[in-house]
C-alpha cells in the first residue's frame, strides 16, 4: 500500500518553530522528496527539496529559514521551519517524486497539513 502521510503541522507563532515530518512507504526507487505549500487563492510553490544523493533546492523566501533534510533508511524527509512569518501560513504538501526504468518521473502527494503562524 502506497502512503504519504506529513505530520507536524499546527498553530505557530511569529519567531517560532514548527518541525514537519513525511513518511513515505509502498513507494520504490524514490528519487527525491520535496515540501511545497499553497496559500488560499495563490498557486502552489515549491518551498524544499531534497534528491536522494542529497542535494537541495529552497524557495527565495524561505532560504536561511528553513532546512530540509531526508533520512533515507526510513523514507521520511523532514522541514525544519525556523523565524516563522505569517506569510509562511499554509497548506503544506510533501511530494515524492520516483523514476521509472525510462528516467520518467511520477509523483506522489500526501494528503497536506495546515499550517498557520500568528503575529
Known sequence: QV???ESGGGLGQAGGSLRLSCAASGIFSINAMGWYR???GKQRELVA???S???T???DSVKGRFTISRDNAKNTAYL???SL???DTAVYYCNVNVLSGLGIPYDYWG???QVTVSS
Do not use: D
Open 3 to 5: 502512503q504519504v502521510v
Open 38 to 40: 499553497r496559500a488560499p
Open 49 to 51: 527539496r531534497i534528491t
Open 53 to 55: 544523493g542529497g542535494s
Open 57 to 59: 533546492n529552497y524557495a
Open 80 to 82: 525544519e521551519m525556523n
Open 85 to 87: 512569518k505569517p506569510e
Open 111 to 113: 494528503q497536506g497539513t
